[in-house]
């Protein structure tokens, strides 16, 4: 069939695109109003109660033309996601009048790609300001620029879903006094990316940051004899294969990314795991503070004395105060071989009478505890409407 045939066709999807985006600005304007009415009558801005409502109306209705209701849920979950998000960044914009800066100075890993600075691009476009990327050759050089206020932010990524915890960057934080103002979660989808026009049993040559080899081992496996490159970073992995214009080397790194550099995917989907995502932290010289109706995440630092159950101890004081830990991850402590730091995640605000009693008793049982940061938490779990309910009030 030629391409004419399919014109006219092609002309009224474009049309309604067109008024699909037209549609989804207008719901957005819509949900800031409603932000803006939040903020007047102290109201909470995630009201799960109302997503589910609409979601059981929409996943009928969809039904009624069609649709199903796996799809209707699938979309409707990122257009919520996205107004939470944007709620979210306004009141907590709100609470920090003076935070707002007309440039955002951002230091990241790599370059122009890279999956920082996929991340950085997206969390910085809810807040208000212009961008200006600074990225870096390692982590430590990102936190200095933060220090010598030679950027106002870092993006750091500190846990994936297939690869773990990143250990470098929880040991920055032990000695760093910058403050986490927020996180993000970005997915990861690692594509194998080439210059030229090839096919993968061509490929001799491999280009990636070791977290990206690890994350795709299984896919290595399979690939047999192919040289393996480390590189500081998935930017400067794409840049070196776009530079060699060959077509017997590849870069590991996003689709997205490598586009910014000419290459082509010629494979998706490497991650060992489906669902690979990575978390990122956003730091600041000064904390932030977060509205009560915003739900928030608090990190800790702390070592324990060295006796049995300390830290059973510990975690005991957040289960009384009922709070919930998302995460605990252990460091070593340079210099004193055997010695632990822990970072731990909780579910709450600073300003919450729960948590100043947690950190109260904390403070009586711990050698060392500090807070990192409490920031507005962007993990928006999926509004749980099982479509088989809904069908049946159909
Ligand atoms: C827009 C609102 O805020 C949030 C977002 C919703 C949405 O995008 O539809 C629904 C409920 C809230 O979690 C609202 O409260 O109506």
């Not at 870096?136 to 879903?161: G, M, R, W």
């Not at 709070?323 to 070593?332: A, D, G, H, Q, V």
């Amino acid at each position: 069939m030629s391409d004419s045939a399919l014109g006219p066709l092609r002309e009224r999807i474009t049309t309604l695109d067109g008024q699909l985006l037209t549609l989804l600005a207008e719901r957005r304007r819509l949900t800031n109003e409603v932000a803006e009415t939040k903020i007047k009558h102290h109201i909470p801005v995630r009201d799960v109660k109302r997503e589910e409502q609409l979601l059981v109306r929409l996943i009928r209705e969809g039904q009624k033309v069609g649709l199903d209701p796996h799809y209707v849920t699938q979309l409707f979950h990122v257009i919520i996601e996205d107004s939470v998000l944007n709620q979210q960044a306004m009141l907590a914009e709100r609470a920090n009048p003076g935070s707002t800066l007309p440039l955002n100075r951002v230091a990241f890993l790599g370059d122009k790609g890279s999956y920082s600075y996929l991340a950085t691009q997206k969390y910085f476009s809810r807040r208000p300001g212009e961008l200006l990327e600074i990225g870096c050759q390692s982590f430590s050089e990102i936190i200095n620029k933060v220090e010598h206020a030679e950027a106002d932010y870092a993006v750091l990524p500190i846990e994936n879903t297939t690869s773990g915890s990143i250990n470098e960057v929880y040991d920055q934080l032990q000695h760093t006094q910058l403050s986490i103002i927020g996180e993000l979660t970005h997915p990861i989808k690692h594509c194998l990316l080439v210059a030229k026009s090839t096919s993968i049993s061509k490929i001799k040559t491999l280009y990636a940051h070791p977290q990206v080899f690890t994350q795709c081992s299984h896919f290595l496996a399979e690939l047999g004899n192919v040289e393996v490159k480390t590189m500081d970073s998935t930017s400067s992995a794409m840049l070196t294969v776009s530079e060699l214009q060959r077509d017997d080397v590849a870069a590991l790194g996003s689709e997205a990314g490598g586009n910014l550099y000419g290459l082509t995917a010629i494979k998706s989907n490497l991650a060992n795991q489906k669902e690979n995502h990575s978390r990122f932290i956003v730091v600041a010289r000064d904390p932030v503070v977060v509205p009560l109706q915003v739900p928030a995440k608090t990190t800790l630092v702390l070592s324990t004395v060295q006796k049995p159950g300390a830290l059973v101890e510990a975690l005991l004081i957040l289960r009384d105060n009922n709070i919930n830990m998302t995460k605990l991850e252990s460091r070593p402590i340079p210099g004193n071989p055997w010695e632990e730091m822990f970072y731990i995640d909780v579910d709450g605000n600073l300003k919450d009478g729960h948590m100043q009693n947690a950190l109260d008793n904390l403070r009586k049982i711990t050698r060392y505890i500090k807070v990192l940061g409490c920031y507005p938490s962007e993990e928006v779990s999926p509004t749980k409407v099982a479509a088989a309910s809904a069908l049946d009030q159909a």
